[in-house]
């Protein structure tokens, strides 16, 4: 099973949980790495002694710098709210 994720190591980052982070590429979740296993062994109940080969290549590098640039860059439109919204909270 071949699963992709961006690994962003910061060691510069303000807090510990950002130092070190995996992701989804497209969805930009955190893998739920157990659930990847249960559903390599088949997700039948029961304890299980198993053995996890994590082999990794890197397909791409890209700066911290260059990281930061490109998410300044995007700018999401504020959207208005919506009018049924506003009769809900009326």
Avoid: F
């Avoid at 962003?8 to 497209?26: H, S």
């Avoid at 304890?47 to 996890?52: C, K, N, P, T």
Wanted: with cysteine; aromatic share 4%; proline share 7%.
């Amino acid at each position: 099973m071949t699963k992709h994720y961006i690994l962003n190591l910061d060691p510069k980052a303000k807090y510990d949980w950002e130092r070190c982070t995996l992701r989804d590429p497209i969805t930009a979740e955190h893998p739920a790495l157990a659930a990847l296993v249960a559903q390599a062994v088949g997700e039948e109940a029961g304890s299980y002694l198993i053995a996890v080969k994590l082999e990794v290549s890197v397909l791409e590098k890209a700066d911290v710098e260059q990281v930061k640039q490109v998410a300044a860059a995007i700018e999401l439109p504020n959207r208005a709210p919506l009018p049924q919204l506003k009769e809900l909270a009326a």
